[in-house]
């Protein structure tokens, strides 16, 4: 696809309205199903609106009845409540949107909401995309197969619309995660980096991936709280050859300020504020020393640039395969993928969907 086919192809992508105002204008009650760690974003979401929650749906036992005042239910206990209600997904499997309402008559709308995560609220303006649409696509030129591109213009053109569907008509469902996808198979000889390794979740889903066997594993994770829970899972499992660090990645050494809530923790800015948590970050190349590095998962906010310019060494002297989430927000196609290229030209790039959101659009590199 060549420059203006690709600039023609996502600036048509059709939806001017915003999904806030259609929700806003709703007169039936407001579910969130599924109680995860989305639910506490959308949850957040629809707070900032003044759009009132009336209930949350589980299915089977969610073992509370309620949370912050707002009833748990299954399905058939708020169908017996609300004759129509309209439901907003409380988690990532947006694909299944079209097999809903079939489960319930009363459902009137379903909603599932593209912008959320880390507070990134706002989507893309076409004035944006139209600023920037050299930059991104010089990046698309850098992708190495069709799919990536499908992957890469599905993003652009739903972050521009808010309309989940061009993303869920592509989305393979293929199980696509950091260590099993169609580009590469975690092996069990990996010496893993754990980039935002929170309390083992990441970590757990690679063991699963290599049956338990690996060589080595770094896991970073700066916030005391999900640092204390992470030593907790890897005593519990009794790991070895893991190192534990509590401290973040940038591209030097530093203390920066660092926002810890309910949804999801990020580094604040590049200043010490005062008002959030200190803590100590330091570069991969720097912390690693020299160590053979086979694969690396970065998955946060801020800070993923910074992360990569300060691993410059692992990739050049080891080129170790990488997962990395670059959907959060409008700017990582912008810069990621040129940035790897620029490190390490012999890097492959590609781009899959963990699930059928913007935010769980993966890079892969290998």
Not at 327 to 351: C, H, Q, R, V
Request: charged share 30%.
């Amino acid at each position: 696809m060549d420059k203006n086919e690709f600039y023609e192809e996502v600036q048509k992508a059709e939806g001017n309205g915003l999904l806030v105002q259609e929700m806003q204008q709703s007169e039936y009650p407001f579910v969130i199903w599924g109680m995860g760690s989305l639910s506490y974003s959308i949850k957040k979401y629809l707070d900032y609106y003044h759009i009132k929650v009336s209930s949350y749906w589980v299915d089977g036992n969610p073992g509370l009845k309620e949370r912050d005042g707002i009833p748990v239910q299954s399905l058939s206990a708020i169908e017996n409540q609300f004759d129509k209600f309209n439901v907003v997904f409380g988690h990532s499997k947006y694909e299944l949107k079209t097999e809903i309402k079939k489960r319930c008559k009363n459902i009137q709308n379903i909603f599932c909401i593209p912008n959320v995560c880390y507070g990134q609220y706002q989507k893309m303006e076409k004035a944006f995309f139209e600023k920037n649409k050299e930059g991104y696509y010089r990046n698309f030129s850098l992708l190495e197969d069709r799919e990536s591109q499908e992957c890469m213009i599905a993003y652009l053109k739903c972050k521009i619309t808010e309309k989940i569907d061009y993303i869920v008509d592509i989305y393979s469902g293929e199980g696509t995660n950091y260590f099993t996808n169609p580009v590469y198979k975690a092996g069990e000889e990996e010496v893993y980096i754990d980039v935002g390794a929170y309390t083992g979740d990441s970590l757990e889903l690679f063991l699963k991936s290599v049956n338990n066997h690996y060589k080595k594993i770094y896991a970073f994770e700066p916030e005391e709280k999900s640092f204390q829970l992470l030593k907790e899972y890897v005593e519990e499992k009794k790991l070895e050859n893991i190192a534990l660090e509590k401290k973040g990645t940038w591209n030097k050494k530093d203390t920066l300020s660092f926002s810890d809530t309910e949804e999801s923790s990020s580094i604040d800015s590049m200043s010490k504020s005062g008002e959030d948590t200190e803590i100590a970050v330091d570069t991969l190349d720097s912390m690693l020393n020299g160590e053979t590095v086979t694969l690396v998962k970065i998955n946060f906010l801020v800070g993923v640039k910074e992360t990569i310019e300060g691993m410059k060494g692992i990739m050049v002297q080891s080129k170790p395969k990488l997962a990395v989430t670059v959907g959060f927000d409008e700017y990582a196609l912008l810069s990621i993928p040129m940035l790897i290229k620029a490190i390490n030209p012999t890097y492959k790039i590609y781009l899959r969907f963990a699930d059928a959101m913007p935010a769980r659009l993966l890079l892969l590199a290998v």
